[in-house]
């Protein structure tokens, strides 16, 4: 059975003009509940001032409402404040009585919808006026916030259309570049450590250069040159993970650690030639072609040579290698490793030999058959420049000679993921890097027979596409490395000359500190030429002064108060017609700046201001004297000058 709905209308405080009226239609003192009929009153200007009594009626009405319980049934009521509508109506009292002489219809009484608007929201309600200026301010304050918002998402997508972070082209530094002079022979090795502090590179003129980004200034010069293997070009270089040691592999058979300065650590020691098996000889046979320091173990590192093996060294243990792995062809004949590299974990090792294949071993194992191998991962008699691991471990790149580089997913290694042809190489140390976040792969190539430059490709490792191609030198690009702390790239050219690639804004200190650094020149150190005549038994007036290098002919100078510039020394006593202002001593200073005494005479003897007392301490004895002047004898004084200490002669 459907019920009527029951609501509850206003509850409205009774005045006495009204009350008689209501007490005889009903008998409720309390006035009564439901819709209440208007009462037909007549208007007038006179009551336009009403509002204020009207607001305060119904701030009573709402509080009779909270006594009675009534006001928490039904809508629920608007709040407002009471004393800012108070204000507000006294400021609007004139619009308000031209407004409601406007509002009544033809008979004067208010029209039935305002009486339905004011009987459906419980609670006292602002003025008419001030409702609709609140409602078009509200409008207004609507429709600028929708603008403001139409015109920022416009500029937001202009500028994301404009610059957009996430895009690969906009993560390459390369808004500056610097240049380094190794020589004039091609750059074949180039290594950094992993602070980015220092900066290694090898040349085929068998020198090894050390970079430090710190100390040098914006001439870009290396602060020290060295041979450390003698007449063999420096093929790999690698910096250990801590960045203590360098690992150099030349074109001898055997490999030497250095420090960070350049000197010599360790020397791997030379195999027996003489010996068939590989694995009983302790070191390689041959000249080496690549090496690599474990990630994980900070002494202990690879290298492999052209005897067909792979040899891991402990850096303690230089006399014999710790482990032997031999490369195998299809026939299980025997393949020169070209190049070899560790993964990030240290749990794989990866070469890729003469004959166009992949090989790879898991070193928590023993290495006698490969974990992976791919016969024909390139072309067969073209050798494979390098083999890199992604920082993530999931993806191997590989460069060659037949002029492609080739991207491999670990989980899948049959088939290449994609292959990047027309990358001309000549160098068989021609390598490959990956970004910081491996979201590109970055190679050179050689200078082609009628081109000018040379470029540097950057690619996609996703999409595989060419995100940038970067004019560099008008020589080869051998070597390639993109720091992931410095966010620089490093370019290794067949010039002979070094170039960094950087961003102002989004690499940080290695070249950086170099550019901003001005060249401090040297002083010159004057050579004088000419013959010296020694003459050791001339007479002083006539005897020649010996000559003397810059750095003792500067000492000498420096003892000379006029050469050197020397200040006026702090005068103890009156001296050259300056006289010491507040004595020579600390206590005389003490006494004449506080005033306990009178001038205190610094020049005069001690012994004469003593005597001056003489007199006056014999004719008034206080202190000492009485206490001696029966035990004590009398004193004599020797006023004649001393007579001289020295002897005569008696012969």
């Avoid at 180039?190 to 085929?204: E, K």
């Avoid at 690879?302 to 490369?327: G, H, P, Y």
């Avoid at 492609?404 to 990047?420: G, S």
């Amino acid at each position: 059975m459907n019920k009527g709905k029951i609501t509850f209308g206003k509850i409205q405080l009774k005045t006495p003009a009204t009350e008689n009226n209501e007490l005889t239609a009903s008998g409720s003192g309390f006035g009564s509940f439901g819709r209440i009929e208007p009462q037909k009153t007549a208007v007038s200007s006179s009551n336009a001032a009403s509002d204020v009594e009207k607001l305060s009626a119904d701030l009573e009405n709402s509080r009779m409402q909270e006594l009675m319980g009534i006001s928490g049934f039904g809508r629920k009521a608007k709040q407002f404040d009471i004393n800012e509508m108070i204000q507000k109506a006294k400021q609007n009292a004139p619009k308000a009585e031209v407004d409601q002489n406007a509002i009544p219809g033809p008979s004067g009484d208010t029209s039935e919808a305002d009486e339905d608007s004011e009987t459906e929201a419980i609670g006292p309600m602002p003025s008419l006026i001030s409702s609709a200026e609140s409602s078009n301010n509200t409008k207004s304050k609507k429709e600028l916030k929708q603008h403001s918002a139409e015109n920022s998402d416009d500029s937001d997508d202009d500028d994301e259309d404009d610059f957009d972070e996430d895009a690969p082209i906009n993560k390459i530094p390369n808004s500056h570049e610097v240049e380094m002079r190794h020589g004039s022979k091609a750059v074949i090795s180039l290594a950094a450590d992993a602070s980015g502090v220092r900066l290694a590179t090898g040349s085929v003129d068998y020198n090894l250069n050390f970079w430090d980004f710190s100390g040098m200034d914006k001439s870009m010069k290396s602060f020290r040159t060295l041979q450390p293997c003698e007449n063999h070009p420096i093929r790999d270089l690698s910096y250990s993970s801590t960045g203590d040691m360098i690992l150099v592999v030349s074109g001898s058979s055997q490999a030497k650690v250095l420090d960070r300065d350049g000197f010599e650590k360790m020397e791997c020691v030379k195999g027996d030639q003489y010996i068939t098996d590989m694995s009983r000889t302790k070191g390689h046979v041959a000249g080496l072609t690549g090496g690599s320091w474990n990630f994980i173990r900070k002494d202990e590192f690879l290298t492999s040579a052209m005897d067909s093996t792979l040899r891991t060294w402990v850096f303690a243990k230089c006399k014999e290698q710790k482990n032997v792995i031999k490369t195998r062809a299809q026939g299980g004949l025997k393949t020169i490793p070209t190049c070899c590299a560790y993964n990030r974990d240290a749990t794989l090792i990866a070469a890729g030999c003469s004959d166009g294949s992949i090989q790879t071993w898991d070193t928590r194992r023993m290495f006698v058959s490969t974990t992976h191998c791919v016969r024909d991962a390139h072309t067969k008699g073209s050798d494979i420049s390098s083999v890199l691991f992604s920082y993530a471990g999931q993806t191997l790149a590989t460069r060659s000679t037949d002029e492609t580089l080739k991207l491999w997913d670990m989980r899948l290694f049959k088939k290449p993921l994609h292959v990047f042809e027309n990358l001309f190489s000549r160098y068989d140390t021609t390598d490959c890097c990956f970004s910081p976040d491996d979201t590109m792969v970055l190679t050179g190539e050689s200078l082609p027979k009628g081109q000018k430059l040379s470029n540097l490709y950057f690619f996609d490792t996703k999409t595989f596409e060419t995100v940038c191609t970067i004019p560099i030198t008008d020589s080869h690009i051998i070597r390639t490395h993109w720091h992931p702390k410095l966010n620089q790239i490093f370019i290794g050219c067949g010039n002979g000359i070094i170039r960094g690639l950087y961003d102002e804004k989004r690499s940080m200190r290695g070249a950086k500190l170099c550019v901003v650094r001005t060249y401090r020149k040297k002083k010159d150190v004057e050579m004088v030429g000419g013959a010296q005549v020694i003459t050791p038994h001339a007479l002083p007036m006539f005897r020649q002064e010996k000559t003397r290098s810059h750095r003792k002919k500067l000492e000498k100078d420096r003892m000379d108060p006029v050469k050197s510039k020397r200040p006026d020394l702090p005068i103890t006593s009156g001296q050259g017609g300056r006289v010491a202002s507040s004595g020579g001593t600390l206590s005389s200073y003490v006494i004449r700046n506080l005033g306990l005494s009178k001038r205190v005479e610094d020049d005069q003897d001690p012994r004469e201001a003593i005597l001056k007392y003489a007199k006056e301490a014999a004719e008034n004895p206080y202190w000492i004297a009485p206490a001696y002047t029966k035990t004590q004898p009398k004193p004599i004084f020797n006023n004649e000058d001393e007579p001289d200490s020295k002897k005569p002669k008696t012969e």
